[in-house]
Nanobody, 115 residues
Framework: QVQLVESGGGLVQPGGSLRLSCVAS????????MSWYRQAPGNQRELVAA???????VYADTVKGRFTISRDNTKNTVYLQMNSLKPEDTAVYYC?????????WGQGTQVTVSS
């Protein structure tokens, strides 16, 4: 009963910033752990960042210090602030909502980092 709509992807130069957002519809947003994954062609889908229902966060080593995940339960929204972007950050970014064994995925938003 969760649908996710991502936005904020696009083209950016190395060193630039983007802010992704994911708006969840349905009930009980606040009880879900939320996360961002990314997948580039030829690569496995990898966890970028996650935030629990009580706002604990984890990050992939590759993005620590550059990316920040946050959530606003009043807006049913999770954000990914991406700073100091690198070409290797280029990927499709997916929003995920998780509770126990249930996972819900957004359609993805393309992030391309190139000069």
């Amino acid at each position: 009963q969760v649908q996710l709509v991502e936005s904020g992807g696009g083209l950016v130069q190395p060193g630039g910033s983007l802010r992704l957002s994911c708006v969840a519809s349905g009930t009980s947003f606040s009880i879900y752990a939320m996360s961002w994954y990314r997948q580039a062609p030829g690569n496995q889908r990898e966890l970028v960042a996650a935030i629990t229902s009580d706002s604990n966060t984890v990050y992939a080593d590759t993005v620590k210090g550059r990316f920040t995940i946050s959530r606003d339960n009043t807006k049913n929204t999770v954000y990914l602030q991406m700073n100091s972007l690198k070409p290797e950050d280029t990927a499709v970014y997916y929003c995920n909502a998780h509770i126990i064994l249930k996972h819900y995925w957004g359609q993805g938003t393309q992030v391309t980092v190139s000069s």
